[in-house]
């Protein structure tokens, strides 16, 4: 029968009893699951408020007996808000479902082939485009607000959704991060598809793109929330109510006369349904494609 020296024994069962008197162990993985729980019921509150009030009443929102928890919900709401002859609440979200989606595509195809250019293809005068797309982004769109306007309707662009779409496709700050993600891209994958004879647009279009989707949909997603959720630029653009997008029918309801609470609350919790839905379909591809812009928050 062999026997273990005493050294090596004690040294044997130092890491067990390191690990049996680790702090924090059980009971700090309770407290951690238990404060990560609080925090998100505190996150859920003001979604549960928004949707309560949205089956309300006006009373019943502002009234001196409110109940956090109220037995008469209004499902007639729903109704009301979509025959509401004065605010055509349907026809503004499928604009801005068109503006969303054709934003979106427009702004990722213009801003990543812009980005690509200045990242790869060899121009002597690339590094002064460069510097003048970043000069952009230091220019308040208060500025160029009005020049904008006055450029759309020039064009008879006003109550159209191409007034709506088109002066925002490009995005300097979204062309900064497409250069800034193909300068990291291999280079090999590249010189492999121009050794089997494509070109430029080829490389972009068959290698680089197949092989940059969690980026672009990080893109996607934020330009996405971004086009739904604009209210300046489509308020002065759609002049006609047929032209109206989610949040300028949002406005809609809060007049200087009167204040149509429970249809504010109701549009609401429609209008950030398609957010919450992109949201949760593109949130994995959103953090890697985040992390790899080299964002540092």
């Known amino acids: 029968m062999t026997t273990v020296p005493q050294g ?3 040294h044997a069962t130092a890491p067990r009893r390191r690990r049996r008197n680790r702090p924090g162990g059980v009971l700090g993985s309770t407290g951690l699951y238990v404060a990560t729980g609080v925090a998100g019921l505190l996150f859920l509150v003001p979604f549960y408020l928004l949707v309560r009030n949205a089956l309300s009443t006006d009373a019943a ?6 109940q956090f928890f109220p037995t008469d919900l209004k499902w007639g709401n729903i109704r009301e808000l979509f025959d509401d002859s004065t605010v055509p609440f349907a026809r503004s979200l499928w604009n801005s479902a068109v503006v969303g989606v054709l934003h979106t595509l427009g702004t990722l195809l213009v801003c990543s082939l812009a980005g690509y250019g200045l990242a790869r293809i060899p121009y002597r005068h690339a590094d ?11 220019v308040p769109s208060a500025v160029t607000f009005v020049p904008s306007f006055v450029l759309v309707s020039s064009l008879g662009w006003v109550d159209s959704l191409r007034g709506l779409i088109i002066p925002g496709l490009f995005s300097g700050f979204t062309c900064f991060l497409f250069r800034q993600y193909f300068l990291g891209f291999p280079k090999e994958l590249e010189e492999a598809a121009r050794m089997d004879g ?10 680089v793109v197949p092989n940059s989707l969690n980026f672009f949909a990080a893109i996607a997603t934020i330009t996405f929330i971004s086009g739904w959720n604009a209210f300046l630029w489509p308020l002065v653009i759609g002049q006609d109510p047929d032209a109206w997008t989610v949040q300028v029918a949002l406005s ?7 204040v149509n609470f429970h249809l504010i609350f109701m549009a609401t919790a429609i209008s950030i349904l398609p957010l919450v839905f992109v949201f949760l379909f593109l949130q994995r591809w959103l953090v890697q494609g985040i992390a790899q812009t080299g964002i540092k928050g």
């Not at 494509?198 to 290698?207: D, S, V």
């Not at 809609?252 to 009167?258: A, G, K, L, R």
Request: hydrophobic share 45%; net charge positive; aromatic share 18%.
């Open 128 to 138: 002064k485009v460069f510097y003048a797309v970043l000069v952009t982004l230091m």
């Open 252 to 258: 809609s309801y809060m007049t200087n006369q009167t």
């Open 61 to 66: 929102i502002t009234g001196e007996n409110w």
């Open 198 to 207: 494509l070109g430029h647009w080829g490389a972009y279009w068959r290698i």
């Open 8 to 10: 090596r024994k004690a």
